[in-house]
């Protein structure tokens, strides 16, 4: 096949490479340096809905991938279909369950899935209301906030100043002019992904994101600073349930609803100490770090999946998945999560691959006189396979260890602190 990839981070780089491994002619829009090494790459922006299309019409690809949630939400799935192009992704319909905090929380309500108690709110007086209802709760602004719109408050006055810092201080734009209010539920966190058709669904392998900058999961949330597949965090009693309990009736709620979803269902849940697995979010659209994690570990063809889904027919059976561990860990530029600084010259990659087992994936490079530059806040996406999770991640901190530039960190946890 030839397949269009939508985006030019980590998760992108990562998804290419794993068709280019099965032998599929890659094409990537815009694409990093990472995939101009194993196809070619585009001049168009991800969000650029217009621009998407015209490339896909030219390209003439016989699947597009779509990569990030923000071309999902603004109708690039759309689009693509009504021009005849087989896509990877939801509509705008069901990207909703993303770009929309206040609808997603409201379709787990109607679809009887396990989650927080809420409260939606656009004006102060709703938000009192609902904190006169939780006490110290959780404030989330509605719409896409990459990753930075949950504030977790421990007091009443906090809750309600994050409320009116996104619904009068505007903290997240038009995002943030509705919030969402909901319970703190205790537990541990994980996340499940699964491939729907529209009409059924198959559960990839587990993975787990380190979202905090620093060791410890101290300090500010990033987008994800590292990732392992498979985690002991996902059971497979959790397995079970979330799959009755989570992923079941969310594709039979989407297919009630008229919402013909093909594309990635990405379940946060909170795990509770019962074992119940509560939904804090859905994404639509694979996670980064953790699709890299996971496409090293991918054993058959992962674009069989993909398109099978983009046709609205899953293949039978299973996808496949080798025994080995993968661990992720994320390089960073200096600065990140805050502004990150680009220019640094990045040195080493090859050195890390020369080591076997090991790909390292772009998320913010970029050519520059012969050599690599940082781009970016997450820079690189140093990936690498073991025979258990202690070798994968031996391996991929001995990758790290070759790379280097001027600012540049990461956190050295992931997986389990090294001793
Ligand atoms: P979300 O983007 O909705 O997944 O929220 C971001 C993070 O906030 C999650 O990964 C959790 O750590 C935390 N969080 C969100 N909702 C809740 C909740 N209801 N109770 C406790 N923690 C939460
Ligand atoms: N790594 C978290 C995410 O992709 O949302």
Redesign the pocket.
Known sequence: MKILVVGGGGREHALAWAFARRGHAVVAAPGNPGTARIGRNLAVKADDIAGQVRAARDERPDLVVVGPEAPLCAGLADALRAAGIPTFGPNRDGARLEGSKAWSKAFFARHGLPT?RFFDATTMAEVDHALDALGAA?V?ADGLAA?KG?V?ARTRDEARAAAAGMIEGGAFGDAGRRVVI????PGR?ASILAISDGRSFVLLPAAEDH?AVFDGDRGPNTGGMGAVSPTPVVTPELVERARREVFEPVVRGLAAEGIDYRGVLYA?L?VAPDGTPNV??FNCRFGDPEVEAIAVRWADDPAAWLAGAAAGRLPAGEPEFSPRAATCVVMAAEGYPGTPRGGDRIAGIAEAEALGDVVVFHAGTRAADGGLVTAGGRVLAVTALGDDAAAARARAYAAVGKISWPGAHYRTDIGGRIT
């Open positions: 927080a959780v989330k990753g949950v977790v909901e319970e703190r539920l966190e979202k946060g909170m804090l979010e």
